[in-house]
């Protein structure tokens, strides 16, 4: 690093030979020589245990200020069901399924918003902008699939 902070010369980022896998270098009999680390989960498959279904919390099956109920109870239901075939459904925490079900329910509520409205909106002094309900939907999605993310 130079006195004013640059670094300057020497090896560039992510230059030079990228490291071989663990498996591979234990499909070649570790040429290496130096001990590799190798983790055995067959013996805590048998730990784990599913659980019932926790409760549905009351704001998932909220009435909307239109008069309908959210799809998020039913999100929430599916989703745990899905993970509970999978035998996931121990580890992964309500709070992250219930974030998911409320994304996607609001990311529904807003792409029917925008069926009914339209995907342009007047403003008050009488030009035409864009819809809010699309940008809505947009982060809406960006957060279930956060959420998805999380939980895959």
């Given amino acids: 690093m130079s006195k004013d902070g640059t670094t300057r010369g020497g090896q560039r980022p992510s230059a030079g030979r990228k490291p071989k896998a663990v498996i ?3 499909a070649n009999g570790n040429p290496g020589g130096r001990k590799l680390t190798v983790m055995d989960f067959d013996d805590t498959t ?3 245990q599913g659980v019932e279904m926790p409760p549905v919390k009351d704001y998932l099956k909220a009435t909307q200020k239109d008069g309908t109920i959210t799809c998020a ?5 599916e989703t745990w069901s899905w993970l ?7 580890i992964v925490t309500s709070q992250q399924i219930e974030s998911y079900a409320m994304s996607v329910a609001r990311w529904i509520q807003c792409e029917e918003a925008i069926t009914q409205f339209g995907f342009l909106a ?3 002094t009488g030009t035409v902008t864009s ?6 939907a947009r982060e ?6 956060a959420a998805w993310f999380q939980i895959y």
């Fill in 24 to 26: 591979e270098k234990y």
């Fill in 46 to 48: 048998e730990a784990l």
């Fill in 73 to 77: 109870e039913e999100i929430f239901k």
């Fill in 84 to 90: 509970h075939e999978r035998k996931c459904d121990h």
């Fill in 122 to 124: 007047k403003k008050p």
């Fill in 131 to 136: 819809s809010p309900y699309v940008s809505m």
């Fill in 140 to 145: 809406y999605m960006k957060q279930a699939n």
